[in-house]
């Protein structure tokens, strides 16, 4: 008898160890676990349907198979996602669209982000940096990245490169931001694999959304910065395997209207920061940039002027 549950063990999909750990989290007996998985399957079910402390035991000891209906039940109850459930080998099988990924550590989301990345990538932020430009340069993934001929993409909207130059209210003093710029010409000067681009979010409605997302196209997979944080350990990341989705995100970049000027725009600001290191004031570095970029790049004028309010919008075209 012990062989032929050895035997049949093989096929079974489930992970009883996980199930068996899920139902001590929320300090359910077996028997308790039975009613509420056969809740919200019996009005669905057969006449006479019903799961019985019996059935959770054989499935934790992985002596019997667990079904579609109670898979589902299960993923319902304990809010996982399906493959959580499964074995390593069926969890392969089971592709999964949306999942969080936790990482308990800094390296780890690092070692993943680089097996990941390994074929190119598209960033678009709302902020400037991106972390990328606050790593650790001695890291397998930022050698991975830096290679000269590594493709990619870095979009990031027009304002979050103002705020980062000019707002008062920030994180970096004026000498980490002349550094983290000289990180952004270092990366993509001269560099035909790797492009900068900007984009005025001023033309879109007021409301709109720009979340930090990196697509990798050659894996329809999609990365997003997730709405939890982990204290003291490494990232959770939200991952999205969908082509659809990444289709459509492919296409929005692809078709949004970019700025003329990209790294230009980073030489300028570097030398705008540079004037307030010397004494000059904010407006008049704001007024320094304005100009500089009419003048070097004309056609990019309007989208700077109108990323600042009207009050000082005369000021700056003066």
């Known amino acids: 008898m012990n062989r032929g549950n050895k035997k049949q063990a093989q096929h079974i999909p489930q992970q ?3 199930l068996r750990e899920l139902r001590e989290k929320l300090d359910k007996t077996q028997a308790e676990m039975a009613d509420l998985l056969e809740a919200p399957l019996k009005p669905h ?11 959770i035991s054989r499935l934790e000891r992985e002596e019997s198979i667990l ?8 993923a319902h109850q304990f809010n996982v996602d399906i493959g959580t459930l499964l074995k390593p080998h069926f969890q392969s099988l089971c592709k999964s ?11 780890e989301a690092d070692q993943y982000l680089c097996e990941m990345e390994n ?7 709302s902020h400037l940096p991106s972390s990328f430009f606050l790593a650790e340069t001695s890291s397998p993934r930022f050698q991975q990245i830096t290679q000269a001929n590594y493709a990619e993409t870095h979009f990031y909207t027009l304002d979050a490169l103002l705020n980062f130059l000019f707002s008062p209210i920030s994180r970096y003093d004026n000498a980490m931001k002349i550094s983290t710029l000289d990180k952004y010409l ?9 492009r900068l681009r900007f984009f005025s979010r001023a033309s879109f409605p007021r409301m709109s959304r720009f979340p930090n997302l990196e697509l990798l196209p050659e894996k329809s997979t999609l990365i997003m910065l997730a709405p939890v944080m982990q204290y003291d350990q490494g990232d959770v990341l939200l991952e999205i395997r969908s082509e659809t989705i990444c289709q459509e ?8 209207k970019t700025l003329d000027a990209d790294v230009t725009l980073i030489k300028i ?3 705008a920061l540079e004037l307030i290191q010397q004494g000059s004031s904010i407006e008049q570095s704001v007024r320094f940039f304005y100009q500089e970029v009419v003048k070097r790049s004309p056609e990019d004028g309007e989208a700077i002027l109108e990323n600042f309010n009207a009050d000082m919008r005369p000021q700056l075209s003066q």
């Open 45 to 55: 079910m057969g006449t006479g349907f019903t799961i019985q402390q019996s059935d």
């Open 186 to 194: 270092g990366h993509f000067r001269r560099n035909f694999a790797k």
């Open 269 to 271: 600001g570097r030398e």
């Open 16 to 18: 009883g160890q996980k």
């Open 119 to 125: 074929k190119g990538r598209i960033l678009a932020f």
């Open 67 to 74: 079904d579609v209906p109670r898979m589902l039940a299960y």
């Open 249 to 256: 995100v492919f296409n929005f970049y692809s078709n949004v």
């Open 97 to 107: 669209e949306m999942r969080l990924q936790h990482f308990p550590t800094d390296a």
